[in-house]
């Protein structure tokens, strides 16, 4: 009888485990370099990157069933903007370590007081040391806004950022919240982009697979959808990119 009872009991909490915790997906692909980058998605916007002993979070929220202490310490954050699904304190207070370093946008430095403010066209270098062995991410600010009439009110231009991220010779796209801008054109070597999809405040499945297009990533993940069908992006097969579709 005591070991039915045990059983009940670990059997109990383990439910309860599954009911409270959701697990994170996890994708990977090759660097140039040949070395592994694991995308863990977190929900909706949020997700991080592990690379050679390096995290990098893109703008981390907290969500129901979503323990932010069972996860790596950030080495980097990135953050597009202000509004609520994409910025979040209390999920930052949770990865953060003493030598971290936030990259953010002007309202997100204004709302934190912390991170480094970058204008859309600036351009850094972060540099970890681990064992005398120099690590480098090279971060560029890139424009995120609407550009259907009436949308500005969501995402008006030179507010928020993207960001072109380049570590182990690849290149990878963090458009923020935007729908089809004009500066796409001006991107080139991109080899895994992250693109928003839900309208009105994103794209359209429509407006992502111009996008995409315009972008020719290897690798197309997209993000923010929702309970939007995506199954339109099956056309972006004959281009050549690699749609992977994350669960919401």
């Known amino acids: 009888m005591k070991t039915r009872a045990f059983f ?5 909490l383990f439910i309860m485990n599954q009911t409270f915790t959701n697990p994170i997906e996890s994708d990977s692909f090759s660097a140039k370099n040949g070395k592994t980058v694991t995308v863990h998605f977190i929900q909706h916007s949020s997700f991080y990157f592990t690379f050679d002993d390096i995290t990098i979070y893109v703008d981390p929220v907290k ?19 202000d509004h609520y699904d994409h ?3 209390k999920a930052i207070d949770e990865i953060s370590k003493p030598d971290m370093q936030i990259y953010c946008n002007g309202t997100v430095h204004e709302a934190l007081k912390a ?7 600036e351009r850094v270098t972060f540099k970890k040391v681990n064992n005398n062995e120099y690590k480098y991410i090279d971060i560029e600010a890139v424009p995120a806004y609407n550009t259907t009439d009436g949308r500005d009110i969501y995402h008006p231009k030179e507010r928020d950022n993207g960001y072109v991220i380049s570590f182990g ?3 990878i796209y963090i458009p923020g919240d935007c729908e089809v801008m004009p500066e796409m054109k001006e991107l080139t070597g991109i080899d895994v982009a992250f693109l928003p999809i839900n309208q009105p405040y994103t794209m359209t499945v429509e407006q ?25 992006l099956s056309v972006l097969k004959k281009e050549g990119i690699d749609v992977r579709i994350f669960k919401m």
């Open 8 to 12: 009940s009991i670990f059997l109990s």
């Open 115 to 121: 991170g480094v403010k970058m204008k859309n066209g």
């Open 169 to 171: 010779g690849s290149k």
């Open 63 to 81: 969500y129901d069933r979503v323990d932010y202490s069972t996860l790596p310490k950030a080495d980097l954050i990135l953050i597009t903007h």
């Open 87 to 89: 910025l979040d304190a």
């Open 208 to 232: 992502s697979i111009t996008a995409a297009k315009i972008i020719k990533p290897k690798i197309l993940y997209p993000i923010h959808y929702s309970e939007t069908d995506l199954s339109g």
